[in-house]
């Protein structure tokens, strides 16, 4: 694609960015809110500006551009789910709640990516994802006064979630003082924004079934299936916990140094924390099941987007492929590999 087009595209999608902000903060595309207009345009072009400059010497087929390509279809994924999650929902003014809140999720992300890609910073970006799950759940509790208890334990599992691991992952990266993750991606205006972009998508489906529940227009009793969402949901979430105080305890041992752990949870599987992630949020599906009808058991892709993202593309993967560089040739590394399962919880056979 020539880059000319790409650099007219970019500020296409800058205008775009804008209206969704200004829909997000007044509930209409054409009503002004002048300075932060200007911020929002200025500030976007400024940014495909320096990006165009990069790309004058870059060969027609890298990174960036297939991080562009990505672009579009990320926000289509978004657009369908906004739109099948949105029947049979409240609405504000004439915008759906769901929609208005899928809004939100990306307009947070975009809005400090202008600060992350001009500082060449990651620090904030997992604790963005946190505020912005705050964010979203606070909208939709607020906007379809949600009063219905269903509504608001789905809201209170979200946010104490939320709030736990942001505070737990922006410890993290400001004792590490970086995330090797992005020592490449933030150098790439495409990539990074993709990576933020994502961020917002992966905060929209993961909270999309609990989010039509919350915003549905039907009242329907926790019942017994809600309490088995509630009690998957504390077992996922105690294990999620358990777990990540165990690699901090053990990294903050000098002792251990240079080694990998292989005690307490982390005997029973490779990656304990995502198992207990995955298990919460099915339980926040089972959860949210009953006040579903229609075109909204569309957004029970929430669990399987969280199963697919940690166990395929952006979780597990990595690590796996860290580690295996990290301690592939160590004999003790690879026999805890064999014996070891690299999700799901087994009990360690006594040696």
Known sequence: MDRKLLFGLGVIGVIAADLVVRTVLTGSPASGIGLLDAVIVIGGIALIQRWYKQEETASPNTPDRQALIRLPVILAIGGAVAWAGSQGGASTGALPVFALCGLLAFAINWVVFVHAYLAQTERFFDL???????????????????????????????????????????????????????????LSFPRFLGAWTLQGLWVF???????????????????????????????????????????????????????????????????PNYFGEIMLWFGVAILALPELSGWQYVTLVSPVFVYLLLTRVSGIPLLEERAEKKWGHDPEYRAYRDRTPVLFLRRPERA
């Open 128 to 186: 963005t994802g946190s505020v912005t799950y705050l964010s979203v759940v606070g909208t939709a509790l607020v906007l379809s006064d949600a009063t219905q208890p269903r509504a608001l334990l789905l809201g209170t599992l979200v946010l104490v979630w939320a709030v736990r691991l942001g505070s737990f992952l922006f410890a993290r990266i400001n004792r590490d003082g970086g995330d090797a993750r992005f020592d490449e991606l933030k």
């Open 205 to 271: 489906l993961t909270l999309a079934c609990a989010l039509a529940a919350i915003t549905s227009m039907s009242t329907v009793p926790i019942g017994r299936t809600g309490l088995v969402g509630a009690v998957t949901w504390a077992v996922g979430f105690s294990i999620e916990v358990v777990a990540d105080r165990q690699k901090r305890r053990f990294r903050e041992d000098p002792e251990n140094a240079g080694r990998f752990i292989q005690g307490g949870l982390w005997a029973w599987s490779r990656h």
